[in-house]
């Protein structure tokens, strides 16, 4: 059959399994709908909105084609996240994207997306949202000029490291974090939302007078700005990496997806509209960090507080980022797609810490070639190519496997359209302005061939590996866990 058949076993790993004869270790399900909008949010709310619109405007040329770019994104995330939520409420499993590749088409594409995912898209995504955390943090130490380099860049990595050791402690204390860092900045984006409704007011309006004027068209030029956009509202899916940790998953994850799309959409729309009535597009465009420049143009000697909050939504972004990411490594590991000690949790805190740690040592090493933009780029190339065949999944399940229940459907147009779009989104840039960047990617992603044939499907692993596994396992305090899905 196509839905490919659970595993009977609790985990691959039970014939080692640690705690046989006593009680199972699994994940809790401490993850309400607060929290989950908080996780969608929280995630999406980085470090976009602070440095995006000047790209968006770049590409687009001018101030409306640049808003409509920004309103069609939210819509995008919306029809995306709703698709995602109905295949969450059929396979009730945590691991996102992963989980319904392997359960959908097998075991191949699977892997080759955890190989994509864990080694490369999850560790530059964080790299990218805490290298732009660092530039804020750093900024106000370095006034009237750039921070060095190696200070950013230090910076991030510090960043990542006290992220680490959060959620490897305790998944309430980060969830709690994702909460409070979720309220800071949705405060900050109101706070320069209502300073633009302000300059409106007074007939600060120049920006919007023949809005459309220098608008460019191409097909490349749009994929290319959508990219821009959508990777502010990236974080759209990551309920999904969630699964087995939510209360009631069927009724939270598409109320949750319901309630924090919208509002982020809205909120980035008028913050958009806020930079444009303090600056003109010239302005923004020449402005390295936005909120900044609007902070200083608008709020004056309390610009400080603008830089205080995008370092406080950045940290809070990428909180959201590291703890759907760790998930991924975990669920791929305990499927065997991943070396057996990343599919085990700490023994006590009861957190994958083991996938956890290496996710940041991968986002550690992204950190030191990496700059903002080409991270971005590449990411939204990756993220969207698997996004489409998650997608077109969901429309095989809707019109070949109706009879599977699930507690919530969308309409069949939806999906169809996230998966036009996904298929432009990836297609576009190839097409109007082929980089040799993205011919690296795609041998990157099957390079993985080399390895599943050998390791995956014909298990050929190297025996010193168990012992290694062992020492591991005793040195990190980890078990093997068993699935939580109902």
């Known amino acids: 059959s196509t839905m490919r058949k659970r595993k009977t076993t609790d985990s691959p790993h039970s014939s080692s399994d640690l705690s046989e004869g006593k009680e ?71 691991g996102g994207d992963y989980i319904y590749i392997l359960r959908i088409f097998g075991s191949f594409p699977a892997f080759l997306f955890a190989y994509t995912s864990v080694i490369l898209v999850r560790p530059a995504g964080l790299a990218a949202v805490c290298l732009s955390f660092a530039e804020y943090a750093v900024a106000p130490f370095y006034p009237g000029c750039s921070a060095p380099q190696v200070v950013i860049k230090c910076t991030a990595a510090a960043c990542i490291l006290l992220l680490t050791i959060i959620n490897c402690l305790n998944v309430r204390l980060a969830t709690s974090i994702m909460n409070i860092f ?102 923004l465009l020449s402005s390295g960090a936005v909120a900044v ?52 949790a700490h023994v006590r805190c009861l957190t994958p810490s083991p996938a956890l740690l290496f996710t940041s040592a991968m986002s550690l090493i992204m950190i030191i070639p990496g700059s903002f933009t080409s991270i971005v780029n590449f990411f939204s190339f990756i993220a969207w190519l698997f996004y489409g065949m998650t997608i077109s999944g969901l429309l095989y399940l809707k019109i070949k496997k109706p009879e599977l229940p699930r507690s919530y459907k969308v309409p069949i147009v939806i999906p169809v359209i996230v998966l036009i779009a996904a298929v432009y989104l990836v297609l576009a840039p ?35 590996l168990q012992r290694v596994t062992v020492h591991l396992q005793l040195f990190l305090e980890v078990a093997p866990t068993t699935r939580d899905a109902n």
């Not at 000697?301 to 490594?329: E, K, P, Q």
């Not at 099957?446 to 692993?461: A, D, E, N, Q, T």
């Open 24 to 94: 199972k270790l699994r994940l809790k399900r401490e993850v309400g709908l607060i929290s989950g909008v908080s996780l969608i949010a929280g995630t999406m709310i980085g470090s976009g909105i602070f440095m995006s619109p000047e790209w968006v405007l770049h590409h687009m040329g001018s101030p409306a084609s640049s808003l409509l770019i920004w309103a069609a994104c939210g819509l995008l995330a919306m029809f995306g996240a709703l698709s995602y939520a109905e295949l969450g409420t059929i396979i009730k499993e945590s």
């Open 182 to 283: 979720t309220a800071a900045k949705l405060l900050a984006l109101l706070v320069i939302v209502v300073g633009g409704l302000v300059l409106l007011a007074k007939g600060q309006t120049q920006s919007f007078q023949n809005a459309f004027q220098n608008t460019t068209a191409g097909i490349g030029t749009i994929g290319v700005a959508f990219y821009q956009g959508l990777w502010s509202y990236d974080g759209w899916n990551n309920l999904n990496y969630v699964t087995e940790e939510l209360k009631n998953p069927e009724v939270t994850l598409p109320r949750a997806v319901m309630i924090a799309i919208p509002l982020v959409t809205c909120l980035y729309l008028l913050v958009n509209v806020s930079y444009l009535a303090a600056m003109t597009p010239s302005e």
């Open 293 to 344: 420049t609007w902070g200083d143009k608008v709020l004056g000697s309390w610009a400080w507080l603008i830089s205080l909050s995008v370092a406080l939504s950045t940290f809070g972004s990428s909180n959201g980022t590291f703890f759907s990411g760790g998930r991924v490594c975990y669920i791929a590991a305990r499927e065997g797609h991943m070396p057996d000690i990343l599919s085990m």
């Open 430 to 464: 190839i097409i109007d302005q082929p980089q040799i960047e993205i011919l690296y990617i795609v041998l990157f992603i099957f390079s993985g061939i080399i390895l599943y044939f050998p390791l995956i499907r014909f298990k050929c692993h190297p025996r010193f």
